[in-house]
């Protein structure tokens, strides 16, 4: 990232001081007293200058040009580009986080520069790491798994799936079920996705808003996709809070470790919220003290300060840190301290499994609402008896309305 940068100051007539490199220098090299020389790099092997971070000649097709050190010289040296990595004794650079050279079922993986002296980015084979189950994908960019058909990692317009080779990929299909013609994006269903305000985007590639639906509003008339702000107020999160055999219903709640102050609004926890300046609010949205000294952190488990980067009271291979889903600008300042990765190894993740949230279900391998049409027919919604998830016909449907057996 520096590289750019760098050259997008010069190529840009930034204002600001910006130190040249070191290949600019022509005692490190004798490209930089020619015309643009700070943008060349010298080749021995022919004695000639060729511009910096190209690819291809004189180096192989996928490799770039790039400044390296040898002793005190800048020399010229062949490396893949961000973004991509090499097999060990091999020229040619693959697309970090694909399948790339590896088998099927299997993606190319960042290997840990310091394990090579020459500074080569050098990649390696591996299998994905198992989520919690068949609903969930990994993705290798960030190591985290998401729901099949949703958006997920993927830009606005794609939905995560499995592609042929078993590996999560961003996807659109013309002419599929979750295709919008109007703008040509995918979207997940029962998301906002291309729709207005209110409205959601349902089977059939439409946008619109039912009454029967979880994600209906009362009070106001419209729909709103599940977990988001929605229709309600800073703190909350428009939820699922009841789920009967008629149906399920949504409504205005605190978010997830957040907490109801005396003046109705929701804050989260061990931040300072309404209270004085030394105060923060704890479970139950009342105002205590600050328990801990400046530079500590508060351990709610077991109520106690600690000092950040402590390994106890945290598993092996975790360390006290800072909550990093406190956001500042947004929540203030938070006392709270958390368990994370520290310089071993650790590989604890947090993985929400569809079988895990009372308004979801897995039905054919994918996660769906409960009480939506999901993969059902006209006029049908997915509902859980005892057992089996399976598709029912609404009170409301017609009557040429189908169910089916269902699945365990």
């Avoid at 106890?312 to 368990?339: I, K, M, Q």
């Avoid at 009480?371 to 409301?396: F, I, K, M, N």
Wanted: glycine fraction near 12%.
């Amino acid at each position: 990232m520096a590289k750019w940068v760098w050259l997008a100051a010069l190529l840009c007539g930034s204002q600001a001081a910006v130190l040249p490199p070191p290949w600019a220098d022509v005692r490190r090299n004798p490209c930089a007293a020619h015309p643009k020389g700070w943008l060349m790099l010298y080749w021995p092997a022919d004695g000639k200058c060729y511009t910096i971070y190209k690819k291809g000649h004189p180096c192989p097709d996928t490799q770039e040009l790039s400044p390296g050190r040898w002793g005190g010289r800048t020399v010229a040296e062949c490396k893949c580009p961000p973004g991509t990595a090499q097999l060990p004794h091999t020229t040619t650079c693959h697309k970090l986080f694909e399948r790339g050279p590896c088998r099927p079922g299997e993606y190319f993986a960042p290997v840990e520069e310091s394990f090579n002296k020459r500074g080569e980015r050098q990649g390696m084979c591996v299998r994905p790491q198992q989520c919690a189950d068949e609903t969930l994908l990994y993705w290798p960019a960030d190591g985290r798994c998401y729901y099949r058909m949703t958006q997920g990692p993927c830009y606005p317009g794609a939905i995560l799936d499995a592609g042929r080779d078993g590996l999560a990929n961003c996807t659109c299909l013309i002419g599929g079920p979750h295709h919008w013609t109007v703008d040509g994006g995918c979207y997940a269903h029962y998301t906002r996705g291309p729709c207005e305000k209110g409205q959601l985007f349902l089977p059939g590639a439409r946008c619109g808003c039912e009454k029967h639906l979880p994600q209906y509003h009362d009070e106001t008339g419209a729909c709103y996709e599940l977990d988001t702000l929605g229709p309600c107020s800073k703190g909350h999160t428009f939820s699922v809070t009841d789920v009967t055999s008629e149906g399920s219903k949504a409504e205005c709640r605190c978010k997830s470790f957040h907490a109801r102050a005396s003046d109705g609004a929701c804050y989260r926890l061990y931040t300072r919220g309404p209270c004085a300046h030394d105060e923060m609010i704890a479970r139950g949205g009342r105002c205590t003290k600050v328990p801990c000294a400046r530079g500590r952190l508060y351990v709610a488990a077991r109520r106690r300060c600690y000092r950040p980067g402590a390994p106890e009271p945290c598993p092996a291979g975790e360390v006290v840190a800072f909550d990093l889903e406190a956001r500042p600008a947004l929540d203030g300042l938070s006392h709270n301290g958390v368990c994370a990765c520290g310089s071993g190894a650790c590989t604890r993740k947090e993985v929400e499994a569809c079988s895990s949230r009372r308004y979801t279900a897995s039905y054919n391998g994918t996660c769906h609402i409960l009480h939506t049409q999901g993969p059902c027919g006209e006029g049908a919604w997915l509902v859980r008896d005892s057992y089996r998830v399976r598709c029912q016909c609404r009170p409301d449907s017609p009557s040429e309305c189908t169910e089916d057996e269902g699945a365990s």
